[in-house]
């Protein structure tokens, strides 16, 4: 099979990376600080939403019903997009994706490009690859130009650099800004409305002079062939509707049916993200506008072979709030880099590995990164039973080698009865020599709970012993 990319070098296993990454207390302040905010911002605002459970369920039918007729949305999208005067393109994988865009950039003859934040580019590492072609990629969402301006790796789905304070991203802008365009005031401060107007100034400078622009979207309607994007900082609309020639790279589960769905994803989304009761912009776009060119790139890279899982495709359903990273006991100690891929914490748990296949140390390793808490699938607005989807990928993977000697040595006990007889019977003779914490790879265990103490006699030889509790 082949290897599906996904925007990160996967070496390490998720516990390496979490062992680092939980020594670095400021990384766990800064998350700490940030996922609590919005986990309070949200719980506030579903709280006032008496119908939330209706449009949940809603928001998980329509999603669920999208993915079983697919082909044939995916394909109505197509001719709604060319009859508005767009350009459809079908990309199977990443390097086919940055192929076609990288093309369709050359073709306008520039070198440079802004884009509005989009994962599914990340995914497929497109920075990089058009890089290669000699063509920049300027990013314009303010949590993405921290992450590239800083030379760093996003590591959240909405927040791409929750792990910065605002020390730092001042730091970065000071030191950075000037290599990539108009520079940071000298007497710049961190406060937040400084560190604001300056990311301003900067990329006002570049959505004037720049005629190539890329996104994403979060909804694409096949029934009027529009895309959808909804943002907070306005900079993704002066990203579509200045430039020229417009490039959107979307995932093929980003379909919706028709504008009435879109009704409850616009409630579902921006209280599920942000804690915002709406999202300051939505922006929708149907072909081309007077004077621009508009290609859609629809991008599969895994997400087909995800579909034909019976259990896991529920994945697909994901609308990309982040509400299971701001829940997540796990991610808010790790932060996002630990999951080695452009979606991180609960939902990246399940996706990755799922769109990448098994193969890696780290991809075996990620359906093990939850407590199994069950709070993601309480928060999903679209109710992924992540949980579900963990334990099945985890019955899949293969197991840590103690782990498989002890299974195989209880199978082998529990085959015959008389062997579990004289192994409880041994036990319950040896019980004072049983050591209070297991040996070598086994002490994971024990470090965090009691091992229970092996009793002094079996329930059946209490049982013969008392005739069943009358003598
Ligand atoms: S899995 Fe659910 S909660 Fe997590 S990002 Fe996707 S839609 Fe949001």
Redesign the pocket.
């Known amino acids: 099979m082949s290897v599906t990319f996904l925007g990160m070098p996967a070496d390490r296993p998720f516990p390496r990376n979490a062992a680092r990454a939980v020594r670095d207390s400021q990384l766990r302040f800064n998350l700490r600080k940030a996922t609590r905010t919005i986990r309070a911002r949200r719980a506030s605002v579903v709280a006032e939403a008496p119908d939330w459970a209706e449009l949940r369920e809603a928001g998980r039918a329509i999603k669920e019903h999208t993915l079983r007729n697919l082909d044939r949305y995916l394909v109505q999208l197509e001719e709604a997009v060319t009859a508005a005067g767009g350009h459809v393109h079908w990309a199977a994988g990443a390097a086919e994706a940055n192929r076609i865009v990288a093309g369709l950039v050359k073709a306008t003859g520039e070198t440079e490009v802004v884009k509005v934040k989009s994962m599914a580019t990340q995914e497929i590492g497109l920075n990089e690859a058009l890089l290669e072609q000699g063509i920049t990629a300027y990013e314009t969402d303010l949590a993405e130009l921290i992450v590239q301006l800083g030379d760093d790796r996003p590591s959240h789905?909405v927040v791409p650099a929750i792990h910065r304070n605002r020390a730092e991203i001042r730091e970065i802008f000071a030191e950075h800004m000037s290599g990539w365009g108009r520079p940071a005031p000298e007497d710049l401060t961190d406060e937040p409305a400084a560190l604001a107007e300056a990311a301003r100034l900067h990329l006002r400078e570049r959505f004037l002079k720049t005629k190539v622009a890329i996104s994403g979207a979060n909804f694409a309607i096949a029934e009027t062939g529009t895309m959808v994007v909804l943002e907070s900082e306005g900079n993704g609309r002066m990203c579509l509707t200045l430039p020229r020639t417009l490039i959107s790279v979307v995932g093929i589960e980003k379909v919706l049916p028709s504008w009435r769905d879109l009704e409850v994803f616009l409630q579902l989304l921006p209280r599920?993200?942000t804690g915002e009761r709406m999202n300051p912009y939505t922006s929708t776009w149907t072909g081309a506008a007077e004077g621009q060119e508009f290609h859609l790139v629809l991008l599969d890279n895994g997400r087909t072979r995800v579909l034909a899982d019976e259990v896991g495709r529920q994945?697909l359903?994901?609308?990309?709030?982040?509400?299971?990273?701001n829940v997540c006991p796990v991610y808010e100690r790790t932060g996002g880099h630990a999951y080695g891929s452009v979606y991180p914490?609960?939902?990246g748990a399940i996706l990755t590995p799922q769109l990448r296949g098994m193969g890696s140390e780290l991809d075996r390793s990620l359906p093990y990164a939850s407590s199994l808490c069950g709070a993601?699938y309480e928060?999903?607005?679209?109710a992924?039973d992540?949980p579900s989807v963990l334990v099945d990928l985890r019955s899949r993977a293969r197991h840590p080698w103690p782990e498989r000697a002890g299974m195989a040595a209880a199978g082998w006990v529990f085959e015959r009865h008389g062997r579990l007889a004289r192994l409880q019977r041994a036990g319950g003779r040896l019980r004072r020599l049983v050591p209070r914490r297991l040996p070598g790879p086994l002490g994971g265990w024990t470090d965090t709970r009691d091992l229970p103490e092996v009793p002094r006699e079996s329930f059946r030889e209490w049982w013969d012993r008392t005739d069943g509790g009358r003598r």
């Open positions: 789905i599920s993200s994945a359903r994901c609308i990309r709030c982040s509400a299971c990273l914490g609960p939902i993601c928060v999903c607005p679209v992924i992540i």
